[in-house]
C-alpha cells in the first residue's frame, strides 16, 4: 500500500467507527505566517538559537516595558500592586530618610539569602527601573489582567527542535 493512502480507524465516544485517511503533506502550512489568525507574539530568548518572532525587544525587561507601554499601564499601577503585597518585593516609605524603599529576597548563588533591603533611594527614575526589573512574568500577568495572555514556551532539544506550552515529560 502506499504511504499516501495509508487509513487509520477511529471510535467515537458514541462507539460509531470512522475511517480516517491518512496523506503525506510535501508542503505544509505554517500557522504562524501562512494563515489569518495569528493573534500572539512568541517572545523567546536562548543562547545558542534564534527563536521565536522578530521583535524590537532584546531582553525581559524591554518586554516588560513594552507590554506597559502597548496596554497603557500607568507606573501608580505597578506601585499600587507591588503595595498591595501581591508581589515578590515590597515597596514602603521612609519618613526619616525621605525615601521610598524596595524590600525583597534576594538570590547568593541559586540560594535565596534573605528578606532584605534592595534600594532606598530618592530618585524615582532610579526606583521605578528598580520595580520594573523585579516585576516578573506572573505579576505582569496580575497587573494586565484580562488584557494580556502569556502562554510559557518550552523547548525540547534532541535531533531536531520542539516547542510548546504544556511542556515535556522528559527533563
Not at 507574539?41 to 521583535?55: A, K, Q, V
Request: glycine content about 6%; hydrophobic content about 35%.
Amino acid at each position: 500500500m502506499n504511504r499516501d493512502d495509508m487509513y487509520r480507524y477511529h471510535k467515537d465516544k458514541d462507539n460509531h467507527f470512522h475511517r480516517l485517511q491518512v496523506k503525506l503533506d510535501n508542503m505544509p502550512w505554517n500557522p504562524r505566517t501562512d494563515m489569518d489568525g495569528n493573534i500572539g507574539t512568541m517572545f523567546c530568548m536562548h543562547r545558542t538559537y534564534i527563536l521565536g518572532d522578530d521583535t524590537d525587544y532584546k531582553d525581559l525587561d524591554g518586554l516588560k516595558r513594552a507590554v506597559f507601554r502597548e496596554l497603557n499601564i500607568p507606573m501608580r499601577k505597578i506601585h499600587e500592586y507591588v503595595k498591595s503585597g501581591n508581589a515578590n518585593m515590597d515597596l514602603k516609605y521612609n519618613r526619616h530618610n525621605r525615601s521610598w524603599e524596595i524590600w525583597g529576597a534576594y538570590s547568593f548563588m541559586g540560594m535565596i539569602e534573605k528578606y532584605n533591603l534592595i534600594l532606598s533611594d530618592p530618585d524615582l527614575e532610579m526606583l521605578e527601573d528598580e520595580l520594573m526589573e523585579g516585576i516578573t512574568i506572573k505579576d505582569l500577568q496580575a497587573i494586565a489582567g484580562k488584557e494580556l495572555i502569556i502562554l510559557p514556551l518550552y523547548l525540547y532539544d534532541h535531533s531536531g527542535l520542539t516547542m510548546n506550552t504544556s511542556g515535556f515529560i522528559c527533563p
